[in-house]
């Protein structure tokens, strides 16, 4: 039966930045599906372990801060997902932060932690997952890519960059993996109400615009993304490889 396809059941995860807003969205979504999970972050994600947990699956945390942590440490992140859950099967690099300043004044140091924790843990946390799935021939990435993965956007020249490079990897990696049975693909995220999003949507004109250009005609939930990325994570989506699925309500259809 074709929803059988979509049944993570005996699978694990390992999603990073889960505490809140996208991460919680997705973490859950992958249990509910079937999958335990492995929540990575610097800080303890007791309400999304608590609702993998009401799913009926397992869970670990694994405290580390993208900000800091080493090419050696995210290896080791990835080796101690399979210590403790068994596996896995399935990589979800959420995990983003953004800076905003005119591109004549955006600090050095926040260029540095967005590139750091945007594209280059999204790179090593890959390789490391990728050596995993090669190893079994099976495997799932989904990296979360952006509108800004395809627009310029304004005052964010730091994560436009990295967004952008994200759709690059995506597509690098899948290139090399998918003749070994990896699936790597990335989910674009239209104007989601989230803690990235809260400036936006506090300023009345900005926040005024972007509706006026979602055909929808709402921000989106992180909740809106669930079927996506158990679709992306499922045997559903075997043969897809490289793909960038946007989620925006309609937004680049503009």
Same mark, same amino acid.
């Given at each position: 039966m074709v929803l059988d396809q979509f049944s993570l059941d005996g699978r694990v995860a390992l999603v990073t930045g889960a505490n809140r807003g996208i991460g919680q969205a997705l973490a859950v979504a992958l249990a509910q599906a079937g999958a335990d999970v492995a929540l990575l972050g610097r800080t303890e994600? !007791?309400?999304t372990a608590g609702l993998v947990t =009401?799913? $009926? #699956? #397992? @869970? @670990?945390? &694994? !405290?580390?801060?993208?900000? @800091?942590?080493s090419p050696v440490e995210l290896t080791a992140?990835?080796? @101690? %997902? %399979?210590? +403790?859950? $068994?596996? &896995?099967d399935?990589? /979800?690099?959420?995990? $983003?932060?953004? #800076? #905003? =300043?005119d591109a004549i004044e955006h600090p050095g140091s926040d260029w540095e932690d967005v590139m750091? /924790?945007?594209?280059?843990? /999204?790179?090593? &946390? *890959? +390789?490391?997952? $990728? +050596? %995993?799935? &090669?190893?079994?021939? *099976?495997?799932?990435i989904i990296n979360i890519a952006s509108m800004l993965s395809f627009q310029g956007g304004i005052r964010v020249p730091s994560y436009t960059a990295a967004k952008h490079a994200v759709l690059g990897l995506t597509r690098a990696l899948a290139n090399e993996w998918a003749g070994s049975g990896v699936n790597v693909n990335a989910i674009a995220p239209g104007y989601i109400e989230t803690d990235n999003t809260a400036p936006l949507r506090a300023d009345p004109d900005r926040s005024r615009a972007i509706l006026e250009r979602i055909p929808a005609g709402r921000w989106g939930q992180p909740d809106d993304l669930a079927g996506a %990325?158990?679709?992306?994570?499922?045997?559903a989506a075997r043969y897809v490889h490289g793909a960038v699925l946007p989620v925006d309500g309609g937004w680049l259809a503009r």
């Open positions: 994600p !007791e309400q =009401a799913a $009926g #699956r #397992r @869970t @670990t945390w &694994l !405290e580390y801060d993208l900000r @800091t942590a992140a990835v080796a @101690t %997902v %399979v210590e +403790r859950l $068994g596996r &896995l399935i990589l /979800v690099n959420n995990a $983003g932060i953004i #800076r #905003r =300043a750091t /924790v945007n594209i280059d843990a /999204v790179f090593y &946390l *890959s +390789r490391a997952a $990728g +050596r %995993v799935m &090669l190893a079994q021939r *099976s495997g799932k %990325v158990v679709f992306l994570a499922s045997d």
